[in-house]
């Protein structure tokens, strides 16, 4: 699905907006995204298209979402700015997202990376929620902790949506 993701995310950032009725044009690609919700859409064109100008308005997408939990403005804030930072950087920094390191000792040595455990994703940084949030170990645990995750789901769902309705969008009228 990130296929499609990444075709609509390169038209949009290479600004080909050429028609061409005899293949799938650059303009097909906007239009399609034209049919995904805003937050889905938003995120695209931040996340794969590199629109930093869409930046803020993630954040303020994901921030009425988090209104419904009536939580300090402040806090829901400071949560959306994080959950869309670790969502923009998914990928351990300290093996640069491949789940391996060459040995300090022996260069030819390769050895799992002990931050991710191998799977080249990042771990959700709790110290770093915590002080951006100025909440204690108690009071991340009681009230935020799942609302970080219900917010990650939210903004991988928006992915998931925009990939569906993207490669319906963009299958329609070609032969089967």
Do not use: W
């Amino acid at each position: 699905m990130s296929k499609v993701l990444e075709q609509v995310a390169s038209t949009i950032s290479q600004g080909r907006l050429l028609d061409d009725p005899d293949h799938e044009a650059a303009c097909d690609h906007v239009g399609a995204l034209s049919a995904v919700d805003l937050l889905a859409s938003t995120l695209v064109r931040y996340r794969h298209a590199g629109d930093e100008t869409k930046r803020r308005p993630l954040i303020s997408l994901l921030l009425g979402k988090l209104s419904k939990h009536q939580i300090p403005r402040m806090i829901a804030q400071k949560l959306a700015e994080r959950v869309v930072y670790e969502h923009m950087h998914p990928t351990c920094l300290r093996c640069n997202g491949k789940g391996v390191r060459e040995s300090i000792i022996n260069s030819k040595h390769v050895v799992t990376c002990r931050r991710c455990n191998g799977t080249g994703l990042a771990a959700a940084d709790t110290q770093a929620r915590m002080r951006a949030l100025k909440a204690s170990v108690v009071v991340y645990d009681m009230k935020y902790s799942r609302l970080f995750a219900a917010s990650h789901n939210e903004l991988a769902d928006a992915e998931v949506r925009a990939a569906r309705v993207l490669s319906r969008q963009l299958e329609r009228g070609r032969p089967r």
